[in-house]
């Protein structure tokens, strides 16, 4: 599903990715863990295309993509929820889940979203600015599941939500899984990324230190808490 190998990447002359080395297999859910500042949301900016100056290989669905614009890596399947969520304020709920264009075939129908997110059902004629931020969290994610997208880059999905909230988060990865999607999480809530993930990526100052399987974490646990500073 996704493929990167020797990835750079800068911001202006400023060097934040140093031969970032990771894959992902159809139907995981893989996270890329760290401190701040690593290099984690650079990441999924340089798979979405959008952080433009970089180099190496990205191989999405066996498609390089290194020098692709963002709508381009979008119409191969690639859904991006970024860290700030990106929905449009003066929309309502439904405004916003019907703006984004069908990316393919097997996208989320309203009806199954508002099962799978009842908030957002009760609050379908609501502005985006009137919307909690575990509410604002949900409608970018079923933005997303809406359009048909098969890969999912994920950015902080939990961050500042209330415990029940990151639940109905978990639930919902668990939801894609079920639907054989494919996940590239960045998270730094270590606790609910090693509840739902296959595997870990840990990234420190611009490249991949280690990885980590699921059934790896219990005898790392020490290591991962140095990694993380936890």
């Known amino acids: ?14 060097h934040v990715l140093h031969g970032v080395d990771l894959s992902v ?14 290099g984690k949301t650079t990441t999924l900016r340089a798979v ?5 100056k970089r180099s190496g290989s990205i191989r999405v669905m066996g498609t390089e993509t290194i020098k692709l614009p963002p709508e381009r890596v979008a119409r191969l399947g690639v859904g991006y929820v970024p860290e700030e969520r990106g929905i449009f304020a003066s929309l ?23 099962r799978l997110f009842p908030n957002l059902k009760d609050r379908a004629k609501s502005q985006g600015s009137k919307l909690t931020g575990g ?39 668990e939801t894609i899984k079920e639907r054989n999607l494919t996940v590239l999480l960045v ?17 420190e100052s611009g490249k ?16 991962l ?3 993380l500073g936890v």
């Open 25 to 38: 297999r159809a139907g995981e859910v893989v996270t890329i863990v760290g401190r701040n500042g690593a």
């Open 135 to 173: 509410e604002q969290q949900m409608l970018a994610i079923a933005r997303v599941l809406r359009t048909g997208a098969k890969f999912l880059l994920l950015d902080e999905p939990t961050e500042g939500l209330a415990p029940v909230i990151v639940q109905q988060i978990g639930r919902v990865l």
């Open 48 to 52: 979405m295309g959008i952080l433009q």
């Open 92 to 114: 309502n709920v439904t405004e916003n889940l019907m703006l984004p264009p069908t990316l393919a075939p097997g996208g989320m129908t309203t009806e199954e979203i508002y």
């Open 187 to 203: 998270e730094q809530n270590f606790r609910f990324a090693a509840r739902v993930s296959d595997r870990h990526y840990v990234m």
């Open 225 to 227: 808490e140095e990694y």
């Open 208 to 223: 991949i230190i280690d990885a980590i399987g699921r059934s790896e974490i219990a005898g790392k646990m020490e290591r």
């Open 1 to 14: 599903m996704l493929e990167i190998a020797g990835l750079h990447g800068f911001y202006g002359e400023s």
